[in-house]
């Protein structure tokens, strides 16, 4: 219908154009978008690394920052590529926002220790306590002090909380 000396007239030929014009755009579009997502999730594998080869008690410390900085894009496009955007990982499907804990602080060696770390190391010690004998929050804030993890009982009542695990003495 495009093609020169087709007798289709002129308006007809300008509505196709439009819409292929259209069609091609949205192609592209969804292209970038791929391509973006692509940058960002292989940006999030090389610095959560530890998390993918050995599981999520060693999920690290990260800013949206570090990866738009890795990835050459501002923060906002890291941020609206990763919310409500999850991946499967042989550990399971985790939303894309959960690769980016905060730092609670740092190790002996100067590493940078993530909530989520802390988290999980609870949820481990809680889930081999002994029942006759459950560990108080302040038990295991010791625990956590005496493997480098330091966190104040507060901190691990509030950590207890969030993870829905029942009050101890």
């Known amino acids: ?9 002129t308006e007809v030929k ?16 969804i292209e970038q978008r791929r391509t ?11 610095r959560q690394k530890e998390f993918f080869e050995k599981g999520p008690p060693f999920l690290g410390p990260l800013k949206l920052q570090d990866i738009a900085d890795m990835v050459g894009m501002h923060i906002s496009t890291v941020s609206r590529v990763t919310s409500n955007k999850y991946v499967q990982t042989p ?14 602080g740092q190790d002996s060696l100067g ?15 809680v889930d081999n306590e002994n029942a006759k004998k ?5 038990k295991l804030s010791d625990i956590l002090s005496r493997e480098d993890l330091k966190v104040a009982r507060r901190t691990v009542a509030k950590y207890r909380e969030q993870m829905k695990i029942l009050p101890r003495g």
């Open 111 to 125: 590493g940078d220790i993530s909530s989520e770390k802390i988290r999980n190391r609870i949820q481990e010690l």
């Open 91 to 104: 550990m399971g499907i985790f939303e894309l926002k959960y690769f980016f804990p905060e730092a609670m």
């Open 134 to 138: 459950p560990l108080s929050d302040q």
């Open 36 to 46: 973006t997502m692509l940058k960002v999730m292989y940006a999030i594998i090389d």
């Open 1 to 9: 219908m495009l093609r020169r000396g087709s007798t289709v007239r």
């Open 14 to 29: 300008n509505y196709v154009r439009e819409k292929l014009n259209s069609a091609a755009w949205l192609v592209r579009s």
